[in-house]
């Protein structure tokens, strides 16, 4: 099982990989493994609910509690308990990155594949587009995409795909810019040749001979993108323009409710949620920096062989 | 797209082409502005949907004119921006390009602070890295620039707060500058909005000081952001180039290490860079809308805060749309200045 994995990214890297590059690949790992375990155990360790105002005996909260007691990272100024809040937006963060990024590769590797292969007119506008909506600052992008989709505010998983969406439009041009400039280059290798001349269908060709030779690139756009979502995501929070704070727990929003509490000396209410934040997006980071480094052969460095 | 110019082609031909190739893409921006924001329905009832009853409701439609047809809607649209009207915002009805003329300068202001604190932390440190590669001084340096890009700006805001304005108050908490400044440079007769500008006008050393540390803690939040790019660029850019022949060459010939750095390897380091800077813009855009809500910074992003909160939907259009075109008009001047650096566009 391993053995076959170990063909892999980010496995293989991690084989290639050595002393500093190992460290920060293996450190970005465990980092990202730890926050998926985290949202798949959500219900276990969070010891309240996202949305939970009152013990079970009715009695509230109360808010902006200090750390400590039943409530070991405080209360919110809204009375929700920290340390469940940010366990459950682990749920929510990772939902987000997995619509944005299947939505965002299936119709970026598509259209790149497309456009790369026929050329012509549409690969001309295709390319013209995807330059329009680079340049574009992203972050107004999904606010825009937002408010169509849903309004500003939303459900779970209305607002995951809302969050979701805004997000992949912005990731589809990376995608697609990385899947051409590959199609380009392979088309013109002899193998694509004979298979043409054998008769292969248009079809056959791009996803058996093309495809499968031009996915090197992705798994570094993956997980740059992945950070990226995570960051956009927050910023739509902070805005307002999340997940409604009754139907799932979002950290950006989280720290949007905190901006008051901070010129007050409330710390907790905003260092929690942020930390998490920035622990998932260095994790992720250090994952992708680490197989960008080892893709780039003017960046790798090789382990010197023992002479004997 | 920067460099379709050829060995034989003109450097005059490149620009001008360069110079058409904006139009489409404004076109485009200026399009999808559109489309998304009237996917839904009309700015009016997103704004007082709920307020209002379905007759007033319907009265304000027809009176906008959004019940007519959306082609007639968008080809009204393209020719009031080709005219430079970008719309009147409906909840305090101000043409949203004097919005800009009111509120950009303030925006400009942080991007100018910030773009400073981005070069004085950055490019050293991505020298330094270089220079030190795979050293620990490389990995922390690395870090760092993780760190920076890994921290949302408004969360390193709340953090430099917590810190510098409420643990240890040297720093003021929010805003642009302090009341009494305000009243002193309100009474400056040819103000530019710009007010560090404004405040050495005045000749006022205590305005100056006050708008400067007001500026302090927004500048390195929005700052930092881009140095860590600047930083991962810079190191990766001297990499390729402290390698390069001519650098040995250099090197066997006795020039200083120190020289070798910061201007051999350096200088043709610096053509990607200027082009990835000039696309920082566009990150440090959004950058602002976050943080000068974190700071109650009142520039355009923080209007475009207050606008989205308050549902105004053509506000919001309108100043997206300008920014976009903005956005645009800047990436066309980067192509500009790396055609003209860079030797290998021919005139």
């Known amino acids: 099982m391993l053995k076959f994995l170990s063909k892999y990214p980010p496995l293989k890297q991690l084989k290639m990989s050595f002393g500093v590059q190992r460290f920060m690949l293996i450190l970005g790992l465990s980092i990202v493994s730890f926050f998926i375990l985290v949202a798949i155990f959500a219900d276990f360790i969070a010891p309240y609910g996202f949305a939970q105002l009152q013990y079970e005996n009715g009695e509230y909260f109360g808010s902006q509690i200090a750390p400590g007691g039943s409530h070991i990272w405080g209360t919110t100024v809204g009375g929700f308990d920290v340390f469940s809040r940010v366990v459950y ?72 795909l809302a969050a979701g969406l805004s997000i992949t439009v912005i990731f589809i041009p990376q995608y697609y810019r990385a899947m051409r400039a590959e199609t380009l280059r392979i088309k ?63 950290w ?16 907790w209410t905003s260092i929690f949620p942020g930390s998490a934040i920035v622990l998932v997006v260095l994790g992720i980071t250090l994952v992708g920096e680490s197989l960008n480094d080892l893709a780039d052969p003017r960046l790798r460095k090789r382990q010197v062989a023992e002479i004997e | 797209m920067a460099k379709t110019a050829t060995a034989g082609s003109s450097l005059l031909r490149y620009l001008g082409l360069r110079f058409l190739l904006i139009f489409p893409t404004i076109w485009i921006l200026v399009t999808m502005v559109f489309v998304v924001m009237r996917l839904v329905g009309d700015p009016i009832t997103a704004a ?9 409701l319907q009265e304000l439609i027809t009176a906008a004119g959004y019940d007519r047809p959306i082609l007639v809607q968008y080809f009204e649209y393209l020719a009031a921006i080709a005219s430079g009207d970008f719309g009147t915002t409906l909840t305090n009805n101000q043409p949203v390009v004097e919005l800009l003329a009111t509120y950009g300068v303030a925006t400009l202001e942080l991007a100018f602070y910030s773009l400073i604190v981005a070069f004085i932390v950055g490019f050293p440190m991505g020298m330094l890295a270089a220079r030190r590669r795979d050293t620990a001084t ?99 850019n001297m990499i390729s180039t402290l390698n390069a022949d001519y650098i040995d060459a250099a090197r066997s010939r006795g020039i200083p290490e120190v020289q070798l750095v910061t201007k051999n390897a ?37 209007q475009l805060a207050e606008y989205l909160s308050a549902r105004d939907y053509v506000a919001v259009q309108g100043i997206v749309a300008l920014l976009a075109v903005i956005v645009a008009l800047t990436n066309f001047l980067v192509d500009i200045i790396v055609a003209l650096v860079d030797p290998r566009v021919k005139f």
């Open chain 2, 138 to 236: 490389d990995a922390g340096l690395r870090l760092f620039a993780i760190l920076a890009y890994a921290t949302p700006v408004f969360f390193v805001g709340l953090l430099l707060k917590l810190v510098f304005a409420v643990a240890i108050p040297i720093l003021p908490v929010a805003g642009r500058v302090g009341v009494r400044s305000e009243i002193a440079l309100s009474k400056l007769e040819d103000a530019t909005g710009f007010y560090l500008i404004d405040a050495i006008k005045l000749g006022n050393n205590e305005v100056i000081l006050d708008v400067l540390q007001h500026a302090v803690l927004p500048s390195v939040a929005l700052g930092l952001l881009t140095a860590g790019v600047f930083l991962r660029l810079v190191r990766t």
């Open chain 2, 266 to 302: 350096f200088r043709p380091a610096l053509i990607p860079i200027i082009t990835v800077v000039g696309m920082q813009i566009a990150l440090l855009l959004g950058g602002a809308v976050l943080t000068e809500t974190t700071f109650e910074w009142k520039g355009l992003g923080f």
């Open chain 1, 89 to 160: 937006g682990t749920r929510t963060a990772i939902a987000v990155i997995v619509v944005a990024v299947i939505l965002s590769i299936l119709v970026g590797v598509l259209l790149g594949l497309l456009s790369g292969y026929f050329a012509g007119w549409l690969d001309r506008i295709l390319v013209l587009v995807a330059d329009a909506v680079y340049a574009f600052p992203s972050l107004l992008l999904a606010i825009s995409l937002s408010i169509v989709i849903s309004g500003g505010r939303s459900g779970f998983w209305s607002g995951i």
């Open chain 1, 252 to 267: 950006g929003y989280d720290l949007n409710r905190s901006v008051a509490d901070v010129s007050a000396g409330i710390w």
């Open chain 1, 188 to 250: 013109q290798e002899a193998f694509v040749e004979s298979a043409q001349v054998l008769g292969a269908s248009s079809f056959r060709i791009l996803f058996r001979h093309i495809f499968r030779n031009a996915t090197r690139t992705l798994p570094i756009i993956f997980t740059l993108n992945a950070s990226e979502a995570i960051l956009t995501l927050a910023g739509l929070g902070f805005l307002g323009f999340g997940i409604d704070p009754t139907m799932g727990a979002e």
């Open chain 2, 48 to 56: 007082q949907g709920g307020k209002l009853s379905a007759e007033q």
